[in-house]
Protein backbone atom coordinates (compact mmCIF):
# COMPACT_ATOMS: atom_id res chain seq x y z
CA UNK A 1 0.00 0.00 0.00
CA UNK A 2 3.01 2.35 0.82
CA UNK A 3 4.48 1.96 -2.28
CA UNK A 4 1.00 1.77 -4.05
CA UNK A 5 0.77 5.49 -3.00
CA UNK A 6 4.19 6.43 -3.28
CA UNK A 7 3.69 5.53 -7.02
CA UNK A 8 0.53 7.51 -7.14
CA UNK A 9 2.07 10.91 -5.67
CA UNK A 10 4.87 10.56 -8.06
CA UNK A 11 2.84 10.77 -10.91
CA UNK A 12 0.55 12.89 -9.66
CA UNK A 13 4.12 15.28 -8.96
CA UNK A 14 4.98 14.51 -12.68
CA UNK A 15 1.87 15.97 -13.97
CA UNK A 16 1.87 18.97 -11.83
CA UNK A 17 5.68 19.64 -13.33
CA UNK A 18 4.66 18.90 -16.93
CA UNK A 19 1.89 21.61 -16.44
CA UNK A 20 3.94 24.05 -15.20
CA UNK A 21 6.99 23.67 -17.79
CA UNK A 22 6.69 27.26 -18.34
CA UNK A 23 5.98 28.47 -14.61
CA UNK A 24 9.38 29.80 -14.17
CA UNK A 25 9.50 32.23 -17.17
CA UNK A 26 6.16 33.39 -16.50
CA UNK A 27 7.37 36.67 -15.24
CA UNK A 28 10.01 37.30 -17.58
CA UNK A 29 11.74 35.67 -20.54
CA UNK A 30 14.17 33.12 -20.75
CA UNK A 31 15.52 34.33 -24.41
CA UNK A 32 16.08 38.11 -23.24
CA UNK A 33 19.17 39.24 -24.55
CA UNK A 34 22.02 39.65 -21.44
CA UNK A 35 21.70 43.64 -21.30
CA UNK A 36 18.13 43.12 -19.69
CA UNK A 37 19.75 41.33 -17.04
CA UNK A 38 22.65 44.09 -16.70
CA UNK A 39 19.73 46.74 -16.44
CA UNK A 40 18.13 44.95 -13.99
CA UNK A 41 15.67 43.69 -16.42
CA UNK A 42 15.39 47.08 -18.62
CA UNK A 43 16.35 46.87 -22.23
CA UNK A 44 17.29 49.86 -24.06
CA UNK A 45 16.96 50.26 -28.16
CA UNK A 46 18.29 53.29 -30.66
CA UNK A 47 17.77 54.14 -34.26
CA UNK A 48 19.93 56.29 -35.70
CA UNK A 49 17.57 58.24 -38.29
CA UNK A 50 19.76 59.07 -41.60
CA UNK A 51 17.81 60.70 -45.21
CA UNK A 52 16.72 57.87 -47.35
CA UNK A 53 19.73 57.02 -49.64
CA UNK A 54 16.86 57.62 -52.68
CA UNK A 55 15.69 60.89 -51.86
CA UNK A 56 14.51 63.62 -54.15
CA UNK A 57 16.55 66.65 -53.54
CA UNK A 58 13.56 68.64 -53.21
CA UNK A 59 12.51 66.66 -49.70
CA UNK A 60 13.86 67.38 -46.24
CA UNK A 61 16.76 65.49 -45.17
CA UNK A 62 15.58 64.23 -41.56
CA UNK A 63 18.76 63.00 -39.08
CA UNK A 64 18.45 62.45 -35.56
CA UNK A 65 17.30 59.06 -33.48
CA UNK A 66 14.74 57.30 -32.03
CA UNK A 67 15.39 55.51 -28.57
CA UNK A 68 13.21 52.95 -26.78
CA UNK A 69 13.52 51.59 -22.95
CA UNK A 70 11.42 48.73 -22.15
CA UNK A 71 11.52 47.63 -18.03
CA UNK A 72 10.26 43.76 -18.78
CA UNK A 73 8.60 41.76 -21.31
CA UNK A 74 5.37 42.33 -19.91
CA UNK A 75 6.17 46.05 -19.63
CA UNK A 76 4.72 48.75 -22.04
CA UNK A 77 7.49 49.84 -24.64
CA UNK A 78 8.63 53.95 -24.65
CA UNK A 79 9.77 56.03 -27.38
CA UNK A 80 11.78 59.19 -27.84
CA UNK A 81 12.34 60.77 -30.95
CA UNK A 82 14.26 63.51 -31.49
CA UNK A 83 14.51 64.36 -35.33
CA UNK A 84 15.45 67.28 -37.31
CA UNK A 85 15.91 68.61 -40.85
CA UNK A 86 11.63 69.01 -41.10
CA UNK A 87 10.58 72.45 -42.93
CA UNK A 88 9.79 74.71 -39.98
CA UNK A 89 6.48 75.23 -41.82
CA UNK A 90 6.10 71.28 -42.68
CA UNK A 91 2.78 69.24 -42.16
CA UNK A 92 3.00 66.86 -39.42
CA UNK A 93 4.63 63.92 -40.08
CA UNK A 94 3.78 60.15 -39.72
CA UNK A 95 6.46 57.86 -38.21
CA UNK A 96 5.99 53.53 -38.29
CA UNK A 97 8.66 50.54 -37.41
CA UNK A 98 8.94 48.57 -40.63
CA UNK A 99 9.15 45.06 -41.07
CA UNK A 100 13.03 44.38 -42.30
CA UNK A 101 16.45 46.25 -41.07
CA UNK A 102 17.33 46.67 -44.74
CA UNK A 103 18.66 49.21 -46.02
CA UNK A 104 19.95 48.43 -49.11
CA UNK A 105 18.07 50.07 -51.29
CA UNK A 106 17.28 53.25 -48.88
CA UNK A 107 14.01 52.70 -46.82
CA UNK A 108 12.19 51.05 -49.87
CA UNK A 109 14.06 48.29 -48.56
CA UNK A 110 12.42 48.12 -45.34
CA UNK A 111 9.15 46.17 -46.52
CA UNK A 112 5.77 47.37 -44.82
CA UNK A 113 4.37 48.19 -41.36
CA UNK A 114 5.30 45.68 -38.98
CA UNK A 115 2.21 43.78 -38.56
CA UNK A 116 3.72 40.33 -36.45
CA UNK A 117 -0.16 40.09 -35.53
CA UNK A 118 -1.94 40.53 -38.83
CA UNK A 119 -4.28 43.84 -38.27
CA UNK A 120 -5.43 46.66 -40.42
CA UNK A 121 -3.62 49.75 -39.73
CA UNK A 122 -3.34 52.05 -37.48
CA UNK A 123 -3.56 49.03 -35.10
CA UNK A 124 0.17 47.56 -35.83
CA UNK A 125 2.82 47.71 -32.83
CA UNK A 126 4.65 50.34 -34.63
CA UNK A 127 2.02 52.85 -35.45
CA UNK A 128 3.54 55.83 -33.86
CA UNK A 129 1.14 58.12 -35.47
CA UNK A 130 1.96 62.05 -36.45
CA UNK A 131 4.52 64.53 -35.53
CA UNK A 132 4.45 68.17 -36.42
CA UNK A 133 7.71 69.71 -36.19
CA UNK A 134 8.36 72.64 -34.67
CA UNK A 135 11.23 75.10 -36.31
CA UNK A 136 11.86 71.92 -37.95
CA UNK A 137 12.39 69.38 -35.48
CA UNK A 138 10.44 66.42 -33.65
CA UNK A 139 10.98 65.96 -29.89
CA UNK A 140 8.38 63.48 -28.39
CA UNK A 141 7.77 61.06 -25.92
CA UNK A 142 5.34 58.26 -27.26
CA UNK A 143 4.12 54.76 -25.17
CA UNK A 144 3.91 52.15 -27.85
CA UNK A 145 2.51 48.52 -27.85
CA UNK A 146 5.74 47.09 -29.67
CA UNK A 147 8.09 45.15 -27.66
CA UNK A 148 11.87 44.86 -27.07
CA UNK A 149 11.51 40.87 -25.89
CA UNK A 150 10.79 37.13 -27.24
CA UNK A 151 9.51 36.31 -30.94
CA UNK A 152 7.83 39.60 -31.67
CA UNK A 153 10.78 42.34 -30.77
CA UNK A 154 11.42 45.19 -32.78
CA UNK A 155 14.92 44.97 -32.17
CA UNK A 156 17.08 44.55 -36.11
CA UNK A 157 13.67 45.97 -37.95
CA UNK A 158 13.33 49.85 -38.88
CA UNK A 159 12.00 53.07 -38.05
CA UNK A 160 10.65 55.17 -41.14
CA UNK A 161 9.77 58.97 -40.72
CA UNK A 162 6.91 59.17 -44.00
CA UNK A 163 6.83 62.56 -45.76
CA UNK A 164 2.89 63.29 -45.00
CA UNK A 165 0.16 62.91 -42.30
CA UNK A 166 -1.30 59.25 -41.64
CA UNK A 167 -4.87 59.13 -41.97
CA UNK A 168 -5.06 56.53 -39.42
CA UNK A 169 -7.10 54.40 -40.71
CA UNK A 170 -9.54 56.73 -42.13
CA UNK A 171 -9.15 57.24 -46.04
CA UNK A 172 -11.39 55.10 -47.01
CA UNK A 173 -9.18 52.72 -49.66
CA UNK A 174 -6.92 49.84 -49.37
CA UNK A 175 -3.32 51.98 -48.46
CA UNK A 176 -5.53 53.32 -45.54
CA UNK A 177 -5.79 50.38 -44.12
CA UNK A 178 -2.06 48.82 -45.21
CA UNK A 179 0.30 52.05 -44.11
CA UNK A 180 -2.36 55.37 -43.35
CA UNK A 181 -1.01 56.84 -47.17
CA UNK A 182 1.38 58.64 -45.08
CA UNK A 183 3.73 58.96 -48.71
CA UNK A 184 7.33 58.31 -49.66
CA UNK A 185 9.72 57.39 -46.96
CA UNK A 186 11.83 60.03 -45.62
CA UNK A 187 14.43 58.66 -43.43
CA UNK A 188 15.11 55.70 -41.65
CA UNK A 189 17.34 53.71 -39.27
CA UNK A 190 17.23 50.18 -38.16
CA UNK A 191 16.43 49.44 -34.18
CA UNK A 192 19.22 48.07 -32.12
CA UNK A 193 20.64 46.96 -28.69
CA UNK A 194 21.84 49.92 -26.83
CA UNK A 195 23.47 50.87 -23.22
CA UNK A 196 21.43 52.92 -21.25
CA UNK A 197 23.52 55.75 -21.48
CA UNK A 198 21.80 58.01 -24.53
CA UNK A 199 18.43 56.95 -23.17
CA UNK A 200 19.14 58.73 -20.11
CA UNK A 201 20.79 61.57 -21.26
CA UNK A 202 17.74 62.40 -23.65
CA UNK A 203 15.36 61.68 -21.21
CA UNK A 204 17.09 64.60 -19.29
CA UNK A 205 17.06 66.90 -22.34
CA UNK A 206 12.96 66.27 -23.06
CA UNK A 207 12.51 66.81 -19.02
CA UNK A 208 13.89 70.33 -18.92
CA UNK A 209 12.50 71.28 -22.60
Known amino acids: MRLHGWVIASAVLLLLLAGCQDCGSAHGDPAAPPEASQNNGSLYAAC ?34 QLGGFLSDGEPTAVHIHQYGDLSQGCGSTGG ?59 GDAGSLLHGNAGRRLACCVIGISSSDLWNTSKEFTERG
Request: glycine share 12%; proline share 9%; no cysteine.
Open 48 to 81: NMRPSALLPEDLPKVHGHVLFKQDHPQGGLSALL
Open 113 to 171: HYNPHGKNHPNHPGDFGNFEPQEGKVDAAVESNATLFGATSVIGRAVVVHEKRDDLGQG
